[in-house]
């Protein structure tokens, strides 16, 4: 994910079972995303699809 003028990232841990975490993996080859990429797209899309980030 490209990083956009005036963002900043934040670090922190993330504790995640084994299935879910080859699960992303496997889809973030199919997308051609790193894994990290992949998990804060999935992020993004579920804030946009509640309502809580712009769009």
Same mark, same amino acid.
């Given at each position: 994910? +490209?990083?956009? $003028?005036?963002?900043? *990232?934040?670090?922190? !841990?993330?504790? #995640? ?10 889809? +973030?080859?199919? $997308?051609?995303?790193? *894994?990290?990429?992949? !998990?804060?797209? #999935? ?13």
């Amino acid at each position: 994910m +490209a990083k956009k $003028e005036g963002n900043e *990232t934040k670090s922190f !841990i993330l504790r #995640i079972d084994t299935a879910t975490m080859n699960a992303i993996e496997a889809w +973030a080859a199919d $997308e051609f995303r790193s *894994t990290n990429g992949q !998990i804060q797209w #999935i992020l993004s899309e579920a804030l946009k699809k509640s309502g809580r980030k712009k769009k």
